[in-house]
């Protein structure tokens, strides 16, 4: 048999999606399973943007698409930037891909060479790294701790930027930790990167619409405009549409970044389905007063399961201000053995005893760079998420 390529030697299976594949599969076989690993919407996607994609469909908008996204949609996309995060693109600064999770691969791929290295503050989204590594790139992650909001400091960016730096990737809100930059720390980042010209900015806003407690969505080039011409803005429509399915990410940037990706574009895939397109016009240019609906029921979510767990002797979760996560410290289960018996040694441990003894499917932190910490999505039903709080409260006081 011949060999698989090198490049896949460094290159692990996405930890969220295996518990994920984990909780179907104990679901199969019969058990009640509470999955709170999938970093998914579980309301419907909009009415409106179902019925644009079956027009579409009848119209006969079913052949190939324009690999950069259909001409409605590139300006679809142009109105979003302007009304929502003040930045001006051309129509040939805007490209679309098959979720915000390709157009990072192709940013990543169109720049990255061998011995380039890519600042990643940390924890930080499972993917980020292994794409990295995927491109022949080398991640450098800089921890960002729990007493500063799992937010960098300054400092900690500015030292670990190098004359090999490509890259800074920024995600707030955060996956997997909920956390949110105010302008002040998206500044503070601004004014270290413009003392680096040589590096690229990715920040990957998709959870840009699930925000808490008053606060305000920023993004790094609306902050700071001198950073426009380096600063490739992400985003798309599954987390705030729920169109997780639906596949559709796009971004805006300079030319010459968007031109290369674009190249990257059309030898790994091409365009995105025109009915996803459609779909896509619909809701960017449709109402929005779903999202801060959607947003609310979040929020009420977040304070229950917060409540919850911070009632838990040894359980201690920082309050996040946005996406639908929370990251959850169990420093203190480390060194025990749970009532079934199995010993505790770090996260994955926990992770796994919780799936076995109390069918409660999670996420362990040092899939995201950071132990001892596990990561749950309160992306579901308030039953489930009873039922879940039940469950994980009875494992951690069976723990001795």
């Not at 179907?24 to 399973?33: H, K, S, T």
């Not at 600042?119 to 991640?139: E, H, L, M, Q």
């Not at 199995?342 to 005893?353: L, P």
């Not at 309160?378 to 039953?383: G, I, N, P």
Request: proline fraction near 6%.
């Amino acid at each position: 048999m011949p060999d698989i390529a090198d490049r896949l030697k460094n290159v692990s299976v996405s930890a969220s999606v295996a518990m994920t594949q984990k909780a179907r599969d104990l679901a199969a076989q019969g058990v009640d399973v509470v999955g709170l690993s999938t970093g998914e919407p579980d309301f419907p996607t909009p009415d409106h943007a179902i019925d644009a994609a079956y027009a579409a469909a009848k119209a006969g908008d079913t052949r190939y698409p324009p690999t950069d996204g259909t001409p409605a949609l590139r300006a679809a996309i142009q109105r979003k930037f302007l009304r929502d995060n003040e930045l001006k693109y051309d129509i040939s600064q805007i490209l679309t891909a098959g979720g915000a999770k390709q157009i990072i691969f192709n940013a990543m791929m169109a720049t990255i060479n061998p011995g380039d290295e890519v600042v990643i503050p940390t924890p930080s989204w499972i993917s980020y790294a292994d794409i990295v590594k995927f491109a022949g790139g080398t991640p450098v992650p800089v921890a960002c701790h729990e007493e500063n909001g799992f937010k960098p400091l300054a400092a900690d960016l500015d030292a670990a930027i190098t004359p090999n730096t490509k890259w800074l990737l920024i995600n707030y809100p955060s996956n997997p930790t909920g956390s949110v930059a105010t302008r002040e720390e998206m500044q503070a980042i601004a004014d270290v990167m413009l003392r680096h010209p040589q590096v690229w900015i990715l920040t990957d806003d998709i959870y840009e619409h699930l925000i808490y407690d008053g606060v305000t969505f920023w993004t790094l080039a609306q902050v700071e405009p001198r950073l426009y011409d380096r600063v490739l803005t992400v985003n798309g429509v599954s987390k705030a549409y729920s169109m997780t399915g639906w596949r559709l990410g796009f971004c805006g940037g300079p030319l010459p970044l968007i031109k290369a990706m674009s190249n990257v574009n059309t030898q790994n895939s091409g365009g995105v389905t025109t009915l996803t397109q459609a779909a896509a016009v619909a809701v960017l240019d449709g109402p929005q007063d779903l999202l801060k609906e959607r947003a609310e029921i979040y929020r009420q979510r977040r304070d229950y399961v917060l409540g919850r767990l911070n009632s838990i002797p040894g359980v201690h979760c920082h309050t996040p201000q946005g996406a639908f996560y929370l990251f959850v410290n169990i420093a203190a289960f480390v060194g025990k053995t749970t009532a079934g018996g199995r010993a505790i040694s770090n996260d994955a441990d926990f992770v796994m005893a919780l799936i076995e003894e109390q069918h409660v499917v999670t996420v362990p932190g040092a899939a995201y760079g950071m132990s001892p910490y596990f990561r749950l999505s309160y992306a579901t039903s308030m039953e489930r998420l009873q039922t879940g709080c039940d469950r994980i409260t009875a494992f951690c006081t069976g723990c001795h």
